[in-house]
């Protein structure tokens, strides 16, 4: 709350150790004002930010340092959008998500009142990777199909995923526009314990640097304005 953040439950469902691909989470028909306002957030670099199983969800990136080195490593959150290549003022929404999730199974050893972890499948890892795309379909939409899984898209299929070669979903100023948002869920096994799972976010290269030195400088010149106030009122004192 302190953060301006509000959690709100999503619309993307997760079955334990159950790998789904173009799974429909809802379409949404919006209108003029509402994709205008869309485009003020992308304008904006605004990411969203989910949690699983009190994990937030992570993008891997690739970066670079100053001596042009390549490193992976984890940035909180997800754009909503993405520059056009021939136009940064128009932006293609990210309605498509793949997440990653990497868990942890222990198996149940004896009954000693001392293990740390429980048995069963423990959530170690929250990887969200987002992407646009066109979604193509024939005929007249079923606003039930969601819900049943029956939502039939050429360009997301439920056996080999999303079209590598489907058209991105460009935001079109001042217009109406249908956004059917699709998503992924990919299980993986991973060796890190459910004690070491923070391990990857205390690593993070943080990319708001500059505004921890703003802190940084904003708390010193407080500090030093008081210290004067305080220095001026006992000069005072001291020369009555």
């Not at 940035?75 to 128009?90: K, T, V």
């Not at 000693?112 to 499948?121: A, F, L, R, S």
């Not at 976010?201 to 500059?210: I, K």
Request: with cysteine; aromatic share 12%; charged share 20%.
């Amino acid at each position: 709350m302190l953060a301006g953040e509000r959690t709100e439950t999503s619309a993307y469902q997760f079955h334990t150790n159950v790998t789904r691909l173009c799974k429909v989470a809802c379409r949404k028909q919006w209108t003029a004002a509402h994709v205008d306002e869309f485009r003020d957030f992308a304008g904006a670099h605004f990411r969203a930010n989910m949690r699983l199983d009190n994990l937030p969800g992570a993008e891997l990136v690739v970066f670079r340092d100053q001596n042009g080195q390549e490193f992976v490593s984890y940035r909180l959150g997800y754009p909503i959008s993405e520059p056009s290549d021939y136009n940064a003022s128009n932006f293609y929404i990210n309605n498509h998500l793949r997440f990653t999730i990497r868990y942890h199974h222990v198996k149940p050893q004896g009954g000693h009142m001392d293990k740390i972890e429980e048995p069963g499948v423990l959530i170690v890892g929250f990887e969200v990777k987002a992407k646009s795309i066109d979604h193509q379909y024939e005929g007249k939409w079923d606003p039930k199909c969601a819900a049943t899984g029956s939502c039939d898209l050429f360009t997301c299929s439920a056996g080999s995923g999303p079209d590598p070669n489907a058209p991105r979903l460009l935001l079109k100023r001042h217009t109406p526009q249908d956004v059917i948002f699709t998503y992924d869920v990919v299980w993986l096994h991973s060796d890190v314990k459910w004690a070491s799972r923070w391990d990857v976010y205390l690593q993070m290269q943080w990319q708001d640097d500059e505004i921890h030195w703003f802190s940084i400088v904003n708390s010193s010149v407080i500090l030093l304005f008081l210290s004067g106030m305080v220095a001026l009122i006992m000069l005072r004192i001291l020369r009555k």
